[in-house]
């Protein structure tokens, strides 16, 4: 059976730090890239970045999390992790990752904005981010 479990998120102050981190199960971590999406009330689904395992860790993001989050994955444990500084109150959401294709665009798109085929999507967990 294949899993993706989001897991790590909480209240958290502005300015604070939350590390999220999504646990793979049922597929071959190395055949996918991993994506980290969130939807905030009211709002789409938006892709925050991706890392691809396969290809040196390359890592993508969004330029509003620039600076402020880091994926980074470890294989042997099939899982991946997002590093979450100082967060703002715009970063409340219910935070998802997904499984996308290995090779081709798809991972470097989510830096974009851009968001492709999905094959896997993980339970999420819900960040807030308040004072």
């Known amino acids: 059976e294949v899993q993706l479990q989001a897991y790590g998120g909480g209240l958290v102050q502005p300015g604070g730090s939350l590390r999220l981190s999504c646990a793979a199960s049922g597929f071959d971590f190395d055949d996918y890239t991993i994506g980290w999406f969130r939807q905030a009330p009211g709002k789409e689904r938006e892709g925050v970045g991706c890392i691809s395992m396969s290809d040196d860790a390359a890592t993508y993001y969004r330029d509003f999390v620039k600076d402020r989050f880091t994926i980074s994955g470890d294989s042997a444990k099939n899982t991946v992790h997002l590093q979450m500084n100082t967060l703002e109150p715009d970063d409340t959401a219910i935070y998802y990752c997904?499984?996308?294709?290995?090779?081709?665009?798809?991972?470097?798109?989510?830096?974009?904005?851009?968001?492709?085929?999905?094959?896997?999507w993980g339970q999420g967990t819900q960040v807030t981010v308040s004072s």
């Open positions: 997904a499984a996308l294709a290995r090779y081709g665009s798809a991972c470097p798109l989510i830096g974009r904005g851009i968001v492709g085929h999905i094959y896997y």
